[in-house]
């Protein structure tokens, strides 16, 4: 049986990134530019966490991370892999062929989490666990179906957009993989800090390589808007995946995170007024099931 809480918590982390969609949407409505939407998300989120770190007196445990060249280096590629290489290719195939399509390409990642796990960590492949993200992830294929997004590409251009969805699953599963590796010796909040910073230094010279358009595209509503989006995204929700990441494995970590999508389809109705079809119900009913099973 699964380790409850990794799972209740895991899942709260889904939640957190699903309430951080809703932000990040509002936000992008107005500063249509992904790397300028991404950087702004950090600095609150890094000051969130940092008070908490050190109300926790977990300040120290991200002190150890910077002075430890291995634990650094490892960091640093993990968060190049996931967050730069993996969000980059995930744009690159939602611009080739639309949302309907690459969105749920790339997030196929757990099927390939559950299998790299099995290789690489030698976490145990249980047939109910391959058997549940497969159901999870069919789930996720139907509840893309709300966007009627097609794709405006054929050919050439078609075939690179849906190679650069597999590849963002690929590198968001690569990336989970080394995030699991590091959180056997290292404490979550502080990953999550340092991994702040590090992705800060990475795309800061976008950022003030554009100060013009980063001028004419954010005011003060996006700039709040994005960070609190940040928050709730790449700061509470990342940590709490990191939690459960470190207790109950790659594998089944990956897996509940699929209860994202559903999440934020349901904020969406609630805080957006979104429409759901039939479709929608139906992926939603396979997430549960899905989720379910690998909890068993």
Same mark, same amino acid.
Do not use: H
């Given at each position: 049986?699964?380790?409850?809480?990794?799972?209740?918590?895991?899942?709260?982390?889904?939640?957190?990134?699903?309430?951080?969609?809703?932000?990040?949407?509002?936000?992008?409505?107005?500063?249509?530019?992904?790397?300028?939407?991404?950087?702004?998300?950090? %600095?609150?989120?890094?000051?969130?966490?940092?008070?908490?770190?050190?109300?926790?007196?977990?300040?120290?445990?991200?002190?150890?991370?910077?002075?430890?060249?291995?634990?650094?280096?490892?960091?640093?590629?993990?968060?190049?892999?996931?967050?730069?290489?993996?969000?980059?290719?995930?744009?690159?195939?939602?611009?080739?062929?639309?949302?309907?399509?690459?969105?749920?390409?790339?997030?196929?990642?757990?099927?390939?989490?559950?299998?790299?796990?099995?290789?690489?960590?030698?976490?145990?492949?249980?047939?109910?666990?391959?058997?549940?993200?497969?159901?999870?992830?069919?789930?996720?294929?139907?509840?893309?179906?709300?966007?009627?997004?097609?794709?405006?590409?054929?050919?050439?251009?078609?075939?690179?957009?849906?190679?650069?969805?597999?590849?963002?699953?690929?590198?968001?599963?690569?990336?989970?993989?080394?995030?699991?590796?590091?959180?056997?010796?290292?404490?979550?909040?502080?990953?999550?800090?340092?991994?702040?910073?590090?992705?800060?230094?990475?795309?800061? %010279?976008?950022?003030?390589?554009?100060?013009?358009?980063?001028?004419?595209?954010?005011?003060?509503?996006?700039?709040?808007?994005?960070?609190?989006?940040?928050?709730?995204?790449?700061?509470?929700?990342?940590?709490?995946?990191?939690?459960?990441?470190?207790?109950?494995?790659?594998?089944?970590?990956?897996?509940?995170?699929?209860?994202?999508?559903?999440?934020?389809?349901?904020?969406?109705?609630?805080?957006?007024?979104?429409?759901?079809?039939?479709?929608?119900?139906?992926?939603?009913?396979?997430?549960?099931?899905?989720?379910?099973?690998?909890?068993?």
């Amino acid at each position: 049986m699964i380790d409850v809480f990794g799972a209740l918590i895991t899942f709260c982390g889904a939640f957190c990134w699903a309430l951080a969609s809703i932000f990040y949407r509002k936000a992008l409505s107005r500063a249509t530019n992904p790397f300028i939407a991404n950087i702004i998300r950090i %600095p609150l989120a890094f000051l969130v966490l940092t008070t908490i770190a050190l109300l926790d007196g977990k300040i120290s445990e991200a002190l150890i991370i910077i002075t430890t060249v291995k634990t650094l280096l490892y960091l640093v590629l993990a968060t190049f892999v996931m967050n730069i290489v993996g969000d980059t290719l995930y744009l690159l195939a939602i611009r080739n062929v639309g949302v309907a399509i690459g969105y749920p390409l790339a997030y196929m990642y757990p099927v390939f989490v559950a299998i790299l796990a099995t290789i690489i960590l030698a976490e145990p492949l249980r047939m109910n666990l391959l058997l549940g993200t497969i159901i999870a992830v069919t789930g996720v294929w139907l509840l893309s179906s709300k966007k009627q997004e097609v794709a405006i590409t054929t050919g050439y251009s078609f075939s690179i957009g849906v190679l650069a969805g597999i590849g963002a699953a690929l590198a968001f599963s690569f990336g989970i993989i080394l995030f699991r590796i590091m959180l056997i010796e290292t404490d979550p909040i502080a990953t999550a800090i340092i991994k702040l910073i590090i992705l800060f230094v990475m795309t800061s %010279p976008i950022f003030w390589l554009r100060q013009e358009e980063v001028k004419a595209s954010i005011d003060k509503r996006t700039l709040l808007i994005g960070m609190i989006g940040g928050v709730f995204g790449i700061g509470i929700g990342d940590w709490f995946f990191y939690i459960g990441l470190a207790r109950i494995g790659a594998g089944s970590a990956a897996a509940i995170t699929t209860s994202s999508p559903m999440l934020s389809l349901f904020l969406a109705v609630i805080l957006l007024k979104e429409k759901v079809g039939s479709w929608q119900v139906i992926g939603t009913v396979l997430i549960v099931i899905g989720i379910l099973l690998t909890l068993i």
